[in-house]
């Protein structure tokens, strides 16, 4: 079971090309890598920064930078909201507006004239992290003694809502497939593999209009299923091989096609990550569109710029996807994760009714959990070793599908917490 | 504008339980109309009812699902003391109607209405709402009722008619097809079967007897396709239920030369395919996880099959059901480790298949083809040799009790045979279409020849009483018998009639004797037996008995017959008017105190 059709709502962000908002007046860089918030901080108050400066480093197991997305003063530190629903606190920087970087930057005539060595460091030292949602540092996958058969790039995209990955594609084609070669050269890869949904013709068009002299490049047609995107399941459908932990014990190594265009740009500019495009959507907003953003840019000032919500009493602001995301408040501040913001009305039809033990949650999990029993038995820690709910990986279908409406997911994390202490 | 903080997902699927029971009910609906049409309408037009019972169908099921619902609101006022504006909420989101409604559909046509109602309170309030309500039981309530009515009420329903609406009361005698099985010798044969109710279509269309719902399987088959697109029910279960009993009684069937209509006879009858679609799938009772609704459909299926092959109670699949509503809980535990694990899961497949193949060749087997195993129903009484000729008093069990019949076979050949005793409903069809003469004339084939239609359950048992019989003849001893059949020996005796004499009463009593019945006038005064004398008999030795005073004796001692001694050379006889007096003594003690 790879996941199930659920609808898509895409159109209503693609009917406008997307857009660059690259000055705001202020930036807010969290100081946090996923949910790693142990950051050293490299900067003080009234210090200067350039572009691409370096001016923090988480010390977890694996050190991300923390780069500042503009030049100008830091002015402040301040609690902001983040992708993953909390606040964390943020370095506060007043843009001069300069896009001042420290040295000059160098144009690379082939990118793909790198040693291995080389390119892992371009990645460490430009904070290259997985754009998908992880923020997963995209070194660490490269930086093995495995022998990588395979890349898959994840272009799926199976959140609906979401077309950021859909408009970098559209946009900056041949820029991906170029550095998809120049990765292929580096690391030594037999093959890459654009993954796309089969209903996505539009791409398909663009990605064939390309491809041609790619030899080592194909596109693969995914079915049209949530959650598709998911890298168990691409490394299932397309190499027909399971995994236990991470798809390199496949020799196969899977990639964000954001994460791709970032790393053209280090490789290519030596620029590191400083921007992404942000889905700006919801059937709250006037105008849905895709919006290119400085890491730190506060979301209500997008939200402004792109003309903001309609008339409504309420609205619920979300962090990502609908599935996966989260409810924030206003003061959300863009982060290499953040793939899109939602303003949509309260649910409807929503009443919370006895479960019927119509076992449909469990019919749906990828993970193959069993959500209801879980749920049942979220205060068992014996027979919740044997339900795993550390299986899970969030995608919300448990609580998407019960005719009930319980949010089953929410008893899974419980479960998950309960396991653990 | 207001920023709302709320947990995700934030798009859900626009399924909802309302929907899913709005669904269930539409799905019903052709059903509820199909029983209307068939016992209601169709023996109204044959004018065998009238106009208010023609709506009785109608009427039923309403009671039923309109018990469970005052039931469910009167606890939720009186229990669990819910305002009167949510009341009505609480008891939509409870589903309060579908206990009785699902009752009423799987109960015989002929329940009275005041069971239905106690059988439906009682599934709503011990099956639902003592377990805690909707979501929480772990039985199908709908089945509790039926169990409490069928294990109280079976024998009010039966002699109110059973499941045969009152047009099938004229033209079918017997119960539904499947208590007909258990009535055929061996495993029948589709004239036995399948041609007294009509041909295997009605059993598809559903126009053959059966509880009020379950008859059609079309119909059901046409629900089942619609809950599986609408997503209401759990489909593997039905799929794999009706499956794996159509193998094993295919198997069973294959094995003793039948062909493929045996299979479709067996799930087309009993009510399997609503039983499967409706009651298996019931959400709140059946499991979870997809392999363990496999699981639970093959369990089903072998259960239904065992109940139906090994025990007295032929419909099976309301049992099963129940019996597998106890094991949810740990299948479903299984199975969610089973998932995890492809191997796993392949061994529980491998266990399941083996257990369907062991139990259908178990069953197979137990049909022994050319039996010389008796017949349990059979009974010879007794045996009268004289050479090649034998003279048999032979019970056979019909509709209603045993069919007691004398035959004589002499070199092999039936030359005499007479219905002794019957209790049969429709005997007077036997006589008519004088059957016995067809039987005797067609006993070189006795197996090939047609049951009566109307009255199978009877005429097959004739049929049956000469085979047996003839094959005693080849088979069984030489020697005389008197079986002192216990079971029937009441029967045998006979208070004949009674005379007034002044202060004397005179009794005419008889019993089975050596050679068929033996007469006694008893002449009792104040009380107590003045005089014995034979009124008649075809026994030997009366006159040596007479002469020896055993009549005195049997007076004298009448406190205590068991102190006088037989007459020798005629202890049979002796002993049969022995045993005819101490009835005597008993029923007239009986009377007394009246
Ligand atoms: S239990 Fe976790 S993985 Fe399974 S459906 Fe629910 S959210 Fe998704
Ligand atoms: S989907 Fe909802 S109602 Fe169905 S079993 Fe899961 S939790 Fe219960």
Redesign the pocket.
Known sequence: MLGIKIPKYKSISLKKDFIEYKSPDKVYIPLVNGYDTDVTILVKKGEYVYKGDMIGKTKGLFRVPIISSVSGVVSDFQEMSYAFGDTVKCVVIENDKNDNYKEDKEIKKNISDYTKEEFIEILKDSGIVGMGGSSFPTYVKYECDKKIKTLIINAVECEPYITADHTIVKNKCQEILETIDAILEINNIDEAIIAIKNTNTELKKYLDDFIGTYLNIKVCLVPDLY?MGWERNLVKYIKKKQYENIPIECNIIVNNVSTIYAMYEALKYKKPLTERIVTITGDLLKDPINVCVPIGTPVKEIIDVVGGYKDSNKILLVAGGPMMGKTVSENLVVSANLACVLALSELKNDELINCLRCGK?VE??????S?VL?KDNVGNKERLKELL?N???????????CPSKIL??EY?NKAKENIKN | MEIIRKTGPYIKDDNNTTKIMFNLLISLFPIILFTFYKNGIIPFYEGKTNVIEMFYPLIFIITGALTSFVTETIYFKLFLKIDNNQLLSTVKRSYAIFPGLFLSLVLPINTPITILILGSFIATLVGKLLFGGFGNNIFNPALIGALFITSAYSIIIANNGGYLNKLELDTISGATPLANTSLVEGIGTYQELVSPYGTLKDFFIGFIPGSVGETSAFLCLVAFIYLTYTKVIKWRIPTVYISTVFLMTYIIGAYNDLGIWYPLFQILSGGLFFGAVFMATDPVTSPTTPIGQVIYGMFLGILTVIFRYMTSYPEGVLTSILTMNMFVFIIDRICSKARFNFSKSKYLFIACWSLIIIVSMFIATSFNKDSTETDPNFNIISKDVSNNKISYVVTQKGYVGNIKASVTVDDGKIIDFKVIEQNESFYSKIESDDYINTLIKGQDNLESIDTLSGVTVTSSALKRLLINTIKDYKNGSKENIINEDTNNSRNNFEIIKMEDNNDEKIYYASNLGFRGKIILKITVLDKTITKIEIDSSNEDYMEQMIDSGFFDNLVNNQNNIDSVDAVSGATVSSNAVKELLKKFIKEYEEYKNE
């Open positions: 959650p949650c749906v999990c990828p993970s193959k959990l959500p879980i709910p299986r899970c990986i969030s995608c919300g279908l448990c609580s998407y599908i089953v997911r899974v």
